[in-house]
T-cell receptor, first 114, second 114 residues
Framework: GNSVTQMEGPVTLSEEAFLTINCTYT??????LFWYVQYPGEGLQLLLK?????DKGSNKGFEATYRKETTSFHLEKGSVQVSDSAVYFC?????????????FGTGTRLLVSP | DVKVTQSSRYLVKRTGEKVFLECVQD?????MFWYRQDPGLGLRLIYF???????EKGDIPEGYSVSREKKERFSLILESASTNQTSMYLC?????????????FGEGSRLTVL
């Protein structure tokens, strides 16, 4: 089946530290990959995406590269801010199934302290 | 600005009550989804709909039903609420099948069943 595995949290960092949140996937086809973010008290919103191998998605200083050889899509940011504190979800969708259903990981909570 | 609105942010119900969770989107999206979010389990798809009056079961449909009488509105119904349905419920919408998988989420409805 199709699944996404994320590192367990919480991840606790000081402001300006480097961030990595690991994400690996299992898929029967060629998925598109996504990172969604959920800020406190809000719904999820798309952070970045990549649709094919070696693509790099980026937004708000975050980056993730679609690595087919390692089936990974790790999220990185060079210098985190307190405002980045949120829950981050890795997800995939298989567009060749004709309908885009998202499969989510369990989420990783990031806590950034001043 | 695009918007998915869930009618109730917080609800407290008693076991056996019938519960309605309402969701409205103003983006003319074809697809609408109901997820539940639980700690350690991430987001799990309950039901989705790709057209008015159409519905499809997701991964955990048991104990739930849905209604989509109008394109902009997607309702989740708990016929007889149980304590194991205490959760955060998230509604989402997206464009038709050609879309690349971006979902737009509401802020969530936190349901407590006593």
């Amino acid at each position: 089946g199709n699944s996404v595995t994320q590192m367990e949290g919480p991840v606790t960092l000081s402001e300006e530290a480097f961030l990595t949140i690991n994400c690996t996937y299992t898929a029967t086809g060629y998925p598109s990959l996504f990172w969604y973010v959920q800020y406190p008290g809000e719904g999820l919103q798309l952070l970045l995406k990549a649709t094919k191998a070696d693509d790099k998605g980026s937004n708000k200083g975050f980056e993730a590269t679609y690595r087919k050889e390692t089936t990974s899509f790790h999220l990185e940011k060079g210098s985190v801010q307190v405002s980045d504190s949120a829950v981050y979800f890795c997800a995939l969708t298989l567009l060749n199934t004709g309908f885009q259903k998202l499969v989510f990981g369990t989420g990783t909570r990031l806590l950034v302290s001043p | 600005d695009v918007k998915v609105t869930q009618s109730s942010r917080y609800l407290v119900k008693r076991t056996g009550e019938k519960v309605f969770l309402e969701c409205v989107q103003d983006m003319d999206h074809e697809n609408m989804f109901w997820y539940r979010q639980d700690p350690g389990l991430g987001l799990r798809l309950i039901y989705f709909s790709y057209d008015v009056k159409m519905k499809e079961k997701g991964d955990i449909p048991e104990g739930y039903s849905v209604s989509r009488e109008k394109k902009e509105r997607f309702s989740l119904i708990l016929e007889s609420a149980s304590t194991n349905q205490t959760s955060m419920y998230l509604c989402a919408s997206s464009l038709g099948r050609a879309n690349t998988g971006e979902l737009f989420f509401g802020e969530g409805s936190r349901l407590t069943v006593l």
